[in-house]
């Protein structure tokens, strides 16, 4: 469908976008994803940048990119093992160019710092059931920057906007702004594909819709005459996300095949095994720092969330998350953090670390400019607790994820489970009971039932209710996912 041009090579090293010209002559340019612009040297500067990749002395990334057949190409794209389709054309050549060529030290980055981030992201999609080839969408939207801020507001390595992130329920104020937690805004993330893919049954389709709003994927399908195919819609579709899914089909190819390009990855390790602590109380990070054998700086860069140095748990019971060691350390001397804690005020650190709010807010050409559901962190009924959330296997990895998971305690509704409705969030608080106890034992084996909302769905109600939707289909006799506001359905 689209030729490469000589005025398309000519583009090729601008910087914000590639140029193309279709089977009917006419120029396109496409928009560059932001986060492909990036300097690589601020990445390189991050704690965990310096804390765990390093140069591979042994593999040095040659400064040439061998040149490849069009089918060579296609031949690759078709041997990953994926469900979603990754087709090969000028588009998708163009973004792969830019990043073997122009971003190849980039590259070698991205590519160790998925070894950090792919149990989360990995975790987070099996939780909603998204293909886990998703897992590279944040390298299109942040370059795996966990402190990457677009110059419209959209912030952490998922690229949330502040008011989509407070809908979604990532807390975002002046002390605390959870689309910088990893954790917290990749099980987000993949709520909300998993949604939109109810809404459009096309992989395609719901990114971009992620990237530009539902409402402006309907319009472009209508405007193509009702076709749901993401190449049909294309022009129809806005400048800057006509760029997206090529960049994200060229961000799997090189995180697959970087080898064959002669781009050495940097060399990665994982960190130490860390816990979380949970407070309901403020505290500041350099009273922790003090008891807790723990620098300020490794502090950050765990609880990226936290822009003023305090966990501000007397809101709502929070998290810190801490090497073993550390979590200890605050176990043994709690009481003395709490009493060393009591004397800061929040204007005590108006000095302290955070990061620049971007001037403007740009709802509809930022990427995830639109309406998110709630997403909350865990309400414990007590005080502190440790839970494991990273390790040095990918098993372990992965059970910090599910018991981070299983311990949430609000869990909301599909907000886009009809291309026209949007469902009201709702918050339930759960305490957790002791194990083994009559009353606990007695309230499992209560039958429940609850009214349908709009915009409910089956998962979204068996995560509230703790069960599963194969466990709901059965207790109520439902086959397949439909369900009707207004009737009432068993959830025990």
Known sequence: MFTVTFSAFAQYDDEYEIVVTDANGQRQEIDIPEAMTFEVDSMLNLYYSKTFLADDENCITSSSDPEFSEQEYIDRLNRLPYVIPMPYNE???????RYTKSGRRSVGYMIAAMNLYTPIFEQALETFGVPLEMKYLPVVESGLNPSAVSHAGAAG???FMIQPGKRYGLRINSLVDDRRDPIKSSYAAAELLSDLYQVFGDWHLALAAYNCGPENVNRAI???GGSKD????YQYLPRETRGYVPAFIAANYVMNYYCEHNICPMRSTLPEKADTVMVDRDVSFKTISEFCDISIEQLRALNPQYRRDIVNGSS???AISMPTAAVLLFIDNQQKIYAQSSNVTFSDNADSYSYTEPRQYQSQTASNGYTRKSYTEPQQGYTTTRKSYSGSTGNSYGKGRNSYRNSRGKITKNRYSSAKEQGKASKKHRKNGKRGSKNSTRRRQTTQSVTIRQGETLSGL?????????????????KGSNIRAGKKIRVK
Not at 91 to 97: E, G, P
Not at 463 to 472: A, I, S
């Open 222 to 224: 209508h405007r193509a």
């Open 157 to 159: 390595l998922w690229q």
């Open 91 to 97: 588009i998708v050549r163009k973004f792969i160019d």
């Open 462 to 478: 068996a995560r509230k209710h703790g069960t599963t939707v194969k466990k709901l289909q059965q207790i109520n006799g439902i």
């Open 230 to 233: 993401y190449w049909t819609i």
């Open 316 to 318: 709502e019971p929070s």
